[in-house]
């Protein structure tokens, strides 16, 4: 299973289990606590003998105060008369004005930052998933003038005529005029402008395992340095585990600049195709245990 198809799994189901948190968390009412006794205070009451039946006059911080007062002072206070007030229908207190209590602010501080964290993960798998808008692996690449392609392929050493762009994770190849007609008959027409133009793009990824295929100078292959496999100049498949060729992307030419589109993968062709006839010049890099 690829990270594109696990990540596909993995964000819904994370979406479903924060809205089951919120949904449960946000369903305990934080007004139902209010005016009521804690299950700790309960527990303490019943400790010392007092139970909520009891008889027990509440005092309340005021008169406290009051009690103090007098207690310093040795008299008694003599309360302001005020003017007496309209009286003012009641109405339920707005829960909101009455300030937010501890596990309103546990449950809002929980949720927000749940909420965050699955943001942030949310478009980080998008921005993974997104296709590359700017230059870069994963688009359209410019190489270079024909010219300087040429150039480097020219002086690559020791073996020759190997282009590789890093950028675009990619080798390019000079194809032989005489083997276009052969090409045609096996490669998918998407590479045919490239072909005719007398390139050919590959891409550097081994398609056994992955692993980065060097060339090698001595036989004048692409040799896999991981299991072995072999593919002669323009990446089709001599020998090795690999089940087939190398893959390839696209090439056009726009005025003088070759163009790659890094974001279109053509698979290789099938072991047995051999449209160059190119042979191992010399001893291959990749010999020694392991490697067939």
Same mark, same amino acid.
Request: proline share 8%; with cysteine.
């Given at each position: ?16 289990? %924060? ?48 009690? %103090? ?52 993960? /949310?478009? %980080? ?12 692996? /994963? ?57 005719? %133009? ?56 726009? /005025? ?37």
């Amino acid at each position: 299973m690829s990270a594109t198809q696990v990540l596909l799994i993995v964000v819904p189901v994370l979406v479903v289990l %924060a809205v089951v948190v919120i949904y449960l968390t946000t369903r305990s009412s934080d007004a139902a606590g209010l005016g009521r006794l804690s299950r700790e205070t309960k527990a303490r009451d019943a400790a010392v003998g007092l139970t909520a039946s009891d008889d027990i006059e509440m005092v309340t911080g005021r008169e406290v105060e009051k009690a %103090a007062v007098l207690a310093r002072i040795g008299g008694d206070i003599v309360p302001v008369q005020d003017a007496p007030a309209p009286i003012e229908p009641w109405t339920p207190p707005d829960l909101e004005a009455l300030g937010v209590t501890r596990r309103q602010f546990l449950n809002r501080a929980s949720i927000g930052l749940m909420g965050l964290g699955l943001a942030g993960f /949310g478009a %980080a798998s998008l921005a993974f998933l997104w296709p590359k808008a700017g230059g870069g692996f /994963g688009s359209s690449v410019k190489l270079g003038t024909i010219a300087d392609v040429n150039k480097v392929l020219a002086s690559s050493q020791p073996a020759v005529n190997f282009a590789y762009y890093s950028d675009a994770q990619t080798y390019i190849q000079p194809f032989p005029a005489e083997a276009l007609e052969a090409a045609k008959l096996v490669y998918d027409e998407r590479i045919w402008p490239g072909l005719e %133009a007398g390139y050919v793009a590959l891409w550097q990824k081994c398609p056994h395992l992955g692993c980065k295929v060097p060339e090698c100078g001595t036989s004048q292959w692409f040799e896999c340095p991981c299991h072995g496999s072999q593919y002669n100049r323009v990446g089709e498949k001599k020998l090795g585990p690999t089940p087939r060729g190398m893959d390839r992307f696209p090439i056009t030419i726009e /005025g003088e600049d070759l163009i790659v589109n890094t974001g279109v993968v053509i698979i290789g062709p099938t072991p047995g195709v051999n449209t160059t006839n190119q042979g191992k010049e010399g001893p291959s890099c990749t010999t020694g245990p392991g490697h067939g």
